[in-house]
Protein backbone atom coordinates (compact mmCIF):
# COMPACT_ATOMS: atom_id res chain seq x y z
CA UNK A 1 0.00 0.00 0.00
CA UNK A 2 2.83 2.37 0.95
CA UNK A 3 3.83 1.89 -2.55
CA UNK A 4 1.13 2.45 -4.69
CA UNK A 5 0.28 5.36 -1.95
CA UNK A 6 3.71 7.22 -3.26
CA UNK A 7 3.44 6.12 -7.63
CA UNK A 8 -0.13 7.81 -6.69
CA UNK A 9 1.61 10.92 -5.03
CA UNK A 10 4.24 10.85 -7.66
CA UNK A 11 0.98 10.81 -10.82
CA UNK A 12 -0.70 13.80 -8.42
CA UNK A 13 2.88 16.17 -8.95
CA UNK A 14 3.21 15.08 -12.55
CA UNK A 15 -0.51 16.53 -12.98
CA UNK A 16 0.42 19.83 -10.99
CA UNK A 17 3.55 19.79 -13.02
CA UNK A 18 1.28 19.86 -16.29
CA UNK A 19 -0.88 22.41 -15.28
CA UNK A 20 2.17 24.79 -14.37
CA UNK A 21 3.25 23.97 -18.23
CA UNK A 22 -0.66 24.82 -19.04
CA UNK A 23 -1.03 27.69 -17.44
CA UNK A 24 2.66 29.56 -18.61
CA UNK A 25 1.94 28.34 -22.34
CA UNK A 26 -1.38 30.20 -21.37
CA UNK A 27 -0.16 33.45 -20.29
CA UNK A 28 3.13 33.41 -22.69
CA UNK A 29 -0.07 33.17 -25.56
CA UNK A 30 -2.11 35.54 -23.73
CA UNK A 31 0.80 38.10 -23.84
CA UNK A 32 1.58 37.58 -27.54
CA UNK A 33 -2.28 37.94 -27.66
CA UNK A 34 -2.08 41.42 -25.88
CA UNK A 35 1.08 42.69 -27.60
CA UNK A 36 0.38 41.94 -31.31
CA UNK A 37 -3.40 42.09 -31.16
CA UNK A 38 -3.63 38.49 -32.31
CA UNK A 39 -7.07 37.61 -32.08
CA UNK A 40 -6.83 33.94 -33.28
CA UNK A 41 -4.43 33.31 -30.00
CA UNK A 42 -6.28 35.36 -27.96
CA UNK A 43 -9.60 33.10 -28.83
CA UNK A 44 -7.14 29.68 -28.18
CA UNK A 45 -6.24 31.06 -24.53
CA UNK A 46 -9.73 31.35 -23.93
CA UNK A 47 -11.24 27.85 -25.21
CA UNK A 48 -8.13 26.60 -23.65
CA UNK A 49 -8.71 27.15 -19.99
CA UNK A 50 -11.63 24.90 -19.82
CA UNK A 51 -8.34 22.17 -20.01
CA UNK A 52 -7.26 23.69 -16.89
CA UNK A 53 -10.31 23.69 -15.19
CA UNK A 54 -10.45 19.93 -16.18
CA UNK A 55 -6.58 19.63 -14.72
CA UNK A 56 -7.61 21.17 -11.72
CA UNK A 57 -10.74 19.08 -10.73
CA UNK A 58 -8.66 16.11 -11.72
CA UNK A 59 -5.57 17.04 -9.16
CA UNK A 60 -8.47 17.51 -6.72
CA UNK A 61 -10.08 14.22 -7.29
CA UNK A 62 -7.23 12.83 -6.60
CA UNK A 63 -5.76 14.45 -3.59
CA UNK A 64 -9.16 13.02 -2.67
CA UNK A 65 -8.74 9.44 -3.12
CA UNK A 66 -5.57 9.81 -1.90
CA UNK A 67 -6.83 11.33 1.38
CA UNK A 68 -9.77 8.75 1.53
CA UNK A 69 -7.79 5.34 0.79
CA UNK A 70 -4.36 6.28 2.42
CA UNK A 71 -4.78 8.47 5.51
CA UNK A 72 -1.39 9.62 5.14
CA UNK A 73 0.15 11.30 8.03
CA UNK A 74 3.15 14.17 8.38
CA UNK A 75 4.90 15.08 5.42
CA UNK A 76 2.95 12.62 3.21
CA UNK A 77 0.00 14.68 4.26
CA UNK A 78 1.01 17.87 4.38
CA UNK A 79 2.43 16.89 0.22
CA UNK A 80 -1.26 16.18 -0.60
CA UNK A 81 -2.71 19.52 0.93
CA UNK A 82 -0.18 21.51 -0.52
CA UNK A 83 -1.23 19.75 -4.03
CA UNK A 84 -4.89 21.09 -3.47
CA UNK A 85 -3.45 24.54 -2.85
CA UNK A 86 -1.12 24.63 -5.65
CA UNK A 87 -4.03 22.94 -7.99
CA UNK A 88 -6.07 26.10 -6.80
CA UNK A 89 -3.43 28.48 -7.24
CA UNK A 90 -2.61 27.03 -10.78
CA UNK A 91 -6.34 27.16 -12.08
CA UNK A 92 -6.53 30.76 -10.81
CA UNK A 93 -3.36 31.28 -13.21
CA UNK A 94 -4.94 30.05 -15.78
CA UNK A 95 -8.33 32.32 -15.42
CA UNK A 96 -5.65 35.38 -14.88
CA UNK A 97 -4.47 34.26 -18.66
CA UNK A 98 -7.45 33.95 -19.97
CA UNK A 99 -9.07 37.65 -17.99
CA UNK A 100 -5.11 39.30 -20.54
CA UNK A 101 -6.72 37.04 -23.44
CA UNK A 102 -9.95 38.03 -23.42
CA UNK A 103 -8.93 42.23 -23.22
CA UNK A 104 -6.99 41.62 -26.38
CA UNK A 105 -10.45 40.12 -27.72
CA UNK A 106 -12.30 42.46 -26.63
CA UNK A 107 -10.32 45.68 -27.82
CA UNK A 108 -9.46 44.11 -31.12
CA UNK A 109 -8.15 44.80 -34.05
CA UNK A 110 -7.36 47.96 -31.88
CA UNK A 111 -4.26 47.60 -29.71
CA UNK A 112 -5.35 47.78 -26.19
CA UNK A 113 -1.90 48.71 -24.40
CA UNK A 114 -0.53 52.42 -25.47
CA UNK A 115 2.59 52.08 -27.18
CA UNK A 116 4.22 53.44 -23.97
CA UNK A 117 3.33 50.71 -21.92
CA UNK A 118 4.37 48.06 -23.58
CA UNK A 119 7.08 47.30 -22.84
CA UNK A 120 6.25 46.84 -19.10
CA UNK A 121 3.82 43.86 -20.01
CA UNK A 122 6.10 42.17 -22.21
CA UNK A 123 8.78 42.01 -19.35
CA UNK A 124 5.67 41.17 -16.65
CA UNK A 125 4.48 38.42 -19.04
CA UNK A 126 8.04 37.39 -19.65
CA UNK A 127 9.03 37.31 -15.77
CA UNK A 128 5.49 35.36 -15.01
CA UNK A 129 5.99 32.88 -17.62
CA UNK A 130 8.91 32.37 -16.28
CA UNK A 131 7.66 32.05 -12.74
CA UNK A 132 5.35 29.16 -13.69
CA UNK A 133 7.81 26.96 -15.49
CA UNK A 134 9.80 27.37 -12.17
CA UNK A 135 6.71 26.46 -10.60
CA UNK A 136 6.85 23.03 -12.56
CA UNK A 137 10.61 22.53 -11.52
CA UNK A 138 9.62 23.05 -8.02
CA UNK A 139 7.04 20.65 -7.34
CA UNK A 140 8.94 17.90 -9.09
CA UNK A 141 11.99 18.73 -7.17
CA UNK A 142 10.96 20.23 -4.20
CA UNK A 143 14.15 22.31 -4.32
CA UNK A 144 13.83 24.93 -1.82
CA UNK A 145 16.32 27.34 -3.17
CA UNK A 146 14.64 27.37 -6.25
CA UNK A 147 11.35 28.01 -4.48
CA UNK A 148 13.01 30.51 -3.10
CA UNK A 149 14.69 32.54 -6.54
CA UNK A 150 10.26 32.31 -7.15
CA UNK A 151 9.70 34.97 -4.25
CA UNK A 152 12.51 37.17 -5.49
CA UNK A 153 11.30 37.17 -9.36
CA UNK A 154 7.83 37.73 -8.26
CA UNK A 155 9.76 41.42 -6.50
CA UNK A 156 10.76 42.44 -10.06
CA UNK A 157 6.94 41.74 -11.31
CA UNK A 158 5.88 43.68 -8.17
CA UNK A 159 8.67 47.01 -9.08
CA UNK A 160 7.08 46.60 -12.53
CA UNK A 161 3.66 46.97 -11.80
CA UNK A 162 4.03 50.24 -9.36
CA UNK A 163 5.95 51.84 -11.81
CA UNK A 164 3.20 51.46 -14.15
CA UNK A 165 0.92 53.32 -11.27
CA UNK A 166 3.57 56.05 -11.36
CA UNK A 167 3.43 56.08 -15.24
CA UNK A 168 -0.47 56.06 -15.10
CA UNK A 169 -0.96 58.97 -12.08
CA UNK A 170 1.20 60.91 -14.40
CA UNK A 171 -0.58 64.38 -14.86
CA UNK A 172 0.70 64.16 -18.51
CA UNK A 173 -0.86 60.78 -19.46
CA UNK A 174 -2.21 61.19 -22.46
CA UNK A 175 -4.26 58.02 -23.49
CA UNK A 176 -7.50 59.11 -22.06
CA UNK A 177 -9.75 56.75 -19.36
CA UNK A 178 -10.32 54.22 -21.24
CA UNK A 179 -6.70 52.68 -21.89
CA UNK A 180 -5.82 54.15 -18.20
CA UNK A 181 -8.98 51.35 -16.81
CA UNK A 182 -7.34 48.63 -19.05
CA UNK A 183 -3.94 49.38 -18.50
CA UNK A 184 -5.07 49.28 -14.85
CA UNK A 185 -6.68 45.70 -14.58
CA UNK A 186 -4.56 44.21 -16.79
CA UNK A 187 -1.17 45.19 -14.49
CA UNK A 188 -2.86 43.65 -11.86
CA UNK A 189 -3.66 40.63 -13.37
CA UNK A 190 -0.35 39.91 -13.92
CA UNK A 191 0.35 41.05 -10.40
CA UNK A 192 -1.66 38.60 -9.09
CA UNK A 193 -0.61 35.87 -11.22
CA UNK A 194 2.71 36.12 -10.53
CA UNK A 195 1.48 36.06 -6.77
CA UNK A 196 0.22 32.75 -7.29
CA UNK A 197 3.03 31.58 -8.23
CA UNK A 198 4.96 32.67 -5.20
CA UNK A 199 1.80 31.04 -3.01
CA UNK A 200 2.66 27.08 -4.93
CA UNK A 201 6.22 28.08 -3.95
CA UNK A 202 5.69 28.50 -0.39
CA UNK A 203 3.78 25.81 -0.23
CA UNK A 204 6.52 23.54 -1.31
CA UNK A 205 8.85 25.27 1.38
CA UNK A 206 6.10 24.07 3.92
CA UNK A 207 6.07 20.40 2.76
CA UNK A 208 10.15 20.24 2.13
CA UNK A 209 10.92 22.20 5.54
CA UNK A 210 7.64 22.02 7.91
CA UNK A 211 7.49 25.66 8.16
CA UNK A 212 5.19 28.15 6.28
CA UNK A 213 7.18 31.29 5.27
CA UNK A 214 4.59 33.67 6.32
CA UNK A 215 0.77 33.86 5.27
CA UNK A 216 -1.42 37.18 5.04
CA UNK A 217 -1.41 39.21 2.00
CA UNK A 218 0.87 38.45 -0.83
CA UNK A 219 -0.22 41.87 -3.23
CA UNK A 220 1.31 44.54 -2.56
CA UNK A 221 -1.65 47.14 -3.19
CA UNK B 1 -12.98 8.97 18.75
CA UNK B 2 -15.40 9.10 16.90
CA UNK B 3 -16.87 11.78 19.36
CA UNK B 4 -14.27 13.88 19.48
CA UNK B 5 -13.72 13.84 15.98
CA UNK B 6 -17.37 15.74 15.32
CA UNK B 7 -16.71 18.32 18.62
CA UNK B 8 -13.57 19.01 16.24
CA UNK B 9 -15.42 19.27 13.23
CA UNK B 10 -17.42 21.95 15.36
CA UNK B 11 -15.28 23.37 16.93
CA UNK B 12 -13.28 23.94 13.12
CA UNK B 13 -16.92 25.05 11.90
CA UNK B 14 -17.31 28.01 15.35
CA UNK B 15 -13.78 29.52 14.34
CA UNK B 16 -14.64 29.15 9.61
CA UNK B 17 -17.82 31.35 11.46
CA UNK B 18 -16.05 33.44 13.63
CA UNK B 19 -13.38 34.29 10.92
CA UNK B 20 -16.91 35.02 8.14
CA UNK B 21 -17.77 37.68 10.87
CA UNK B 22 -14.20 39.40 11.04
CA UNK B 23 -14.00 39.74 7.27
CA UNK B 24 -17.70 40.76 7.48
CA UNK B 25 -16.87 43.17 9.82
CA UNK B 26 -13.81 44.61 7.70
CA UNK B 27 -14.92 45.03 4.81
CA UNK B 28 -18.21 47.39 6.40
CA UNK B 29 -15.61 49.29 8.10
CA UNK B 30 -13.26 49.39 5.00
CA UNK B 31 -16.60 50.94 3.03
CA UNK B 32 -17.26 53.66 5.85
CA UNK B 33 -13.45 54.70 6.14
CA UNK B 34 -13.69 54.94 2.30
CA UNK B 35 -16.89 56.86 2.02
CA UNK B 36 -16.66 58.81 4.67
CA UNK B 37 -12.57 59.47 4.62
CA UNK B 38 -12.21 58.12 7.99
CA UNK B 39 -8.82 57.25 8.53
CA UNK B 40 -9.22 56.04 12.35
CA UNK B 41 -11.36 53.23 10.62
CA UNK B 42 -9.06 52.41 7.77
CA UNK B 43 -6.09 52.14 10.44
CA UNK B 44 -8.37 49.60 12.52
CA UNK B 45 -9.09 47.61 9.01
CA UNK B 46 -5.52 47.40 8.86
CA UNK B 47 -4.14 46.43 12.07
CA UNK B 48 -6.99 44.01 12.61
CA UNK B 49 -5.95 41.72 9.01
CA UNK B 50 -3.39 40.11 11.26
CA UNK B 51 -6.35 38.46 13.10
CA UNK B 52 -7.81 37.16 10.27
CA UNK B 53 -4.49 35.81 9.02
CA UNK B 54 -3.74 34.07 12.49
CA UNK B 55 -7.19 32.96 12.70
CA UNK B 56 -6.73 31.17 8.95
CA UNK B 57 -3.25 29.39 9.85
CA UNK B 58 -5.53 28.24 13.35
CA UNK B 59 -8.39 26.71 11.03
CA UNK B 60 -5.52 25.22 8.74
CA UNK B 61 -3.82 23.22 11.77
CA UNK B 62 -6.89 22.38 13.29
CA UNK B 63 -7.74 20.77 9.76
CA UNK B 64 -4.38 19.12 9.74
CA UNK B 65 -4.90 17.73 13.30
CA UNK B 66 -8.07 16.13 12.27
CA UNK B 67 -6.99 14.83 8.97
CA UNK B 68 -3.57 13.13 10.75
CA UNK B 69 -5.15 12.05 14.17
CA UNK B 70 -8.91 11.11 12.65
CA UNK B 71 -8.47 9.77 9.09
CA UNK B 72 -11.88 10.76 8.28
CA UNK B 73 -13.63 9.27 4.92
CA UNK B 74 -16.51 10.74 2.81
CA UNK B 75 -18.42 13.40 4.00
CA UNK B 76 -16.35 14.03 7.04
CA UNK B 77 -13.21 14.17 4.40
CA UNK B 78 -14.98 16.57 1.88
CA UNK B 79 -16.12 18.87 4.93
CA UNK B 80 -12.42 19.00 6.28
CA UNK B 81 -11.10 20.04 2.39
CA UNK B 82 -14.20 22.31 2.31
CA UNK B 83 -12.98 24.35 5.74
CA UNK B 84 -9.51 24.30 4.31
CA UNK B 85 -10.62 26.44 0.77
CA UNK B 86 -13.30 28.08 2.95
CA UNK B 87 -10.01 29.23 5.52
CA UNK B 88 -8.26 30.11 2.03
CA UNK B 89 -11.29 32.33 0.73
CA UNK B 90 -11.88 33.90 3.98
CA UNK B 91 -8.41 35.05 4.48
CA UNK B 92 -8.86 36.48 1.04
CA UNK B 93 -11.61 38.53 1.40
CA UNK B 94 -9.98 40.00 4.43
CA UNK B 95 -7.05 41.28 2.15
CA UNK B 96 -9.24 42.53 -0.07
CA UNK B 97 -10.98 44.76 3.08
CA UNK B 98 -7.64 45.81 3.93
CA UNK B 99 -7.17 47.02 0.15
CA UNK B 100 -10.08 49.24 0.78
CA UNK B 101 -8.69 50.31 3.55
CA UNK B 102 -5.54 51.15 2.39
CA UNK B 103 -6.94 53.26 -0.05
CA UNK B 104 -8.49 55.03 2.13
CA UNK B 105 -5.63 55.61 4.00
CA UNK B 106 -3.73 56.22 0.75
CA UNK B 107 -5.77 59.55 -0.08
CA UNK B 108 -6.69 61.04 3.02
CA UNK B 109 -7.89 63.58 3.99
CA UNK B 110 -8.72 63.83 0.02
CA UNK B 111 -11.82 61.17 -0.66
CA UNK B 112 -10.36 58.71 -3.05
CA UNK B 113 -14.31 58.43 -4.74
CA UNK B 114 -16.15 60.99 -7.05
CA UNK B 115 -19.32 61.96 -5.54
CA UNK B 116 -20.86 60.23 -8.78
CA UNK B 117 -19.48 56.50 -7.78
CA UNK B 118 -20.32 56.89 -4.09
CA UNK B 119 -23.82 55.25 -4.60
CA UNK B 120 -22.48 52.15 -6.34
CA UNK B 121 -19.44 51.01 -4.10
CA UNK B 122 -21.91 51.88 -0.45
CA UNK B 123 -24.13 49.35 -2.28
CA UNK B 124 -21.59 47.14 -3.26
CA UNK B 125 -19.96 47.15 -0.09
CA UNK B 126 -23.26 46.63 1.83
CA UNK B 127 -24.15 43.62 -0.30
CA UNK B 128 -20.38 42.24 0.15
CA UNK B 129 -21.00 42.27 4.09
CA UNK B 130 -24.05 40.80 3.58
CA UNK B 131 -22.31 38.09 1.67
CA UNK B 132 -20.22 37.58 4.01
CA UNK B 133 -22.35 37.16 6.95
CA UNK B 134 -24.29 34.91 5.31
CA UNK B 135 -21.33 32.51 4.86
CA UNK B 136 -21.64 32.14 8.18
CA UNK B 137 -24.74 31.23 8.40
CA UNK B 138 -24.22 28.78 6.06
CA UNK B 139 -21.24 27.38 7.28
CA UNK B 140 -23.18 26.67 10.85
CA UNK B 141 -26.37 25.36 8.77
CA UNK B 142 -25.39 24.16 5.92
CA UNK B 143 -28.10 25.28 4.36
CA UNK B 144 -28.23 24.39 0.73
CA UNK B 145 -30.44 27.05 -0.07
CA UNK B 146 -29.18 29.85 1.57
CA UNK B 147 -25.96 28.82 -0.27
CA UNK B 148 -27.52 29.11 -3.27
CA UNK B 149 -28.82 33.07 -2.31
CA UNK B 150 -25.37 33.96 -1.99
CA UNK B 151 -24.74 33.02 -5.74
CA UNK B 152 -28.19 35.64 -6.71
CA UNK B 153 -26.62 38.02 -4.33
CA UNK B 154 -23.15 38.01 -6.11
CA UNK B 155 -25.53 38.50 -9.38
CA UNK B 156 -25.85 41.80 -8.13
CA UNK B 157 -22.44 42.80 -7.15
CA UNK B 158 -21.48 41.92 -10.77
CA UNK B 159 -24.21 44.11 -12.32
CA UNK B 160 -23.36 46.79 -10.34
CA UNK B 161 -19.46 46.51 -11.24
CA UNK B 162 -20.19 46.30 -14.73
CA UNK B 163 -22.00 49.29 -14.66
CA UNK B 164 -19.25 51.02 -13.32
CA UNK B 165 -17.63 50.38 -15.74
CA UNK B 166 -19.90 51.77 -18.22
CA UNK B 167 -19.75 54.97 -16.35
CA UNK B 168 -16.22 54.99 -16.36
CA UNK B 169 -15.40 54.57 -20.08
CA UNK B 170 -18.21 57.17 -20.95
CA UNK B 171 -16.42 59.51 -22.79
CA UNK B 172 -17.42 62.72 -20.24
CA UNK B 173 -15.95 61.36 -17.53
CA UNK B 174 -14.72 64.43 -15.85
CA UNK B 175 -12.62 63.09 -13.04
CA UNK B 176 -9.42 62.25 -14.45
CA UNK B 177 -7.26 59.51 -14.54
CA UNK B 178 -6.11 58.88 -11.08
CA UNK B 179 -9.58 58.29 -9.69
CA UNK B 180 -10.27 56.22 -13.18
CA UNK B 181 -7.76 54.05 -11.91
CA UNK B 182 -8.73 53.84 -7.86
CA UNK B 183 -12.08 53.13 -9.23
CA UNK B 184 -11.58 50.39 -11.53
CA UNK B 185 -9.04 48.53 -8.53
CA UNK B 186 -11.61 49.32 -5.78
CA UNK B 187 -13.95 48.08 -7.85
CA UNK B 188 -12.64 44.91 -8.53
CA UNK B 189 -12.04 44.51 -4.78
CA UNK B 190 -15.33 44.34 -3.81
CA UNK B 191 -16.09 41.91 -7.17
CA UNK B 192 -13.61 39.82 -5.57
CA UNK B 193 -14.84 39.90 -2.48
CA UNK B 194 -18.27 38.85 -3.28
CA UNK B 195 -16.78 36.13 -5.44
CA UNK B 196 -14.86 34.55 -2.79
CA UNK B 197 -18.14 34.38 -0.80
CA UNK B 198 -19.73 32.55 -3.77
CA UNK B 199 -16.86 30.28 -3.66
CA UNK B 200 -17.41 28.96 -0.35
CA UNK B 201 -20.93 28.81 -0.53
CA UNK B 202 -20.10 26.68 -3.52
CA UNK B 203 -17.78 24.24 -1.34
CA UNK B 204 -20.41 24.04 1.36
CA UNK B 205 -22.86 23.00 -1.32
CA UNK B 206 -20.26 20.20 -2.33
CA UNK B 207 -20.17 19.11 1.43
CA UNK B 208 -24.02 18.60 1.38
CA UNK B 209 -24.61 17.35 -1.75
CA UNK B 210 -21.60 15.48 -2.91
CA UNK B 211 -21.81 17.71 -6.35
CA UNK B 212 -19.50 20.42 -7.39
CA UNK B 213 -21.77 23.68 -8.73
CA UNK B 214 -18.99 24.13 -10.93
CA UNK B 215 -15.62 25.43 -11.49
CA UNK B 216 -13.87 27.79 -13.47
CA UNK B 217 -13.19 31.23 -13.53
CA UNK B 218 -15.36 32.93 -11.08
CA UNK B 219 -15.14 36.67 -11.71
CA UNK B 220 -16.41 38.00 -14.97
CA UNK B 221 -14.04 40.49 -16.25
Known amino acids: MREAYHVELEQLADNLGAMSIQVADAMERATRALLEADLSLAEQVISDDAKVDDARAQCEEQAYALLALQAPVATDLRTVLAAIHAAESLERMGDLALHVAKAARRRHPEPVLPEAVRPYFAEMGEVG ?93
Request: net charge negative; proline share 2%; glycine share 6%.
Open 129 to 221: VRLARQVEHVIHSKDVEAAKTIESDDDQVDDIHRHLFTVLMDREWPHGVAAAVDVTLLGRFYERYADHAVSVAKRMIFVVTGKMPGYGSDDDI
